[in-house]
């Protein structure tokens, strides 16, 4: 999921099958810039194209930092 709103971007990536190892590549204009994880507190430099990788079962929050 990628939302919007106002200038605030919010990305949640899930995986909900057994396989581990799957790879999400996401590519749309809202997702460059500075996010940091909503579970860690860590902040990533995001740019077109980024890619993630999840275990089976996990899942990642970002939001952008403004």
Known sequence: YLRK???HTVLVLL???QKNGLKMRVDHPW???QFESLFSGLQY???P???FEL???DFLV???IE
């Open 5 to 7: 709103y106002k200038n």
């Open 15 to 17: 995986n909900l099958s």
């Open 31 to 33: 997702l460059v810039g």
């Open 45 to 47: 430099s995001f740019k």
């Open 49 to 51: 194209g980024e890619s």
């Open 55 to 57: 275990m089976a079962g």
């Open 62 to 64: 970002y939001h952008s």
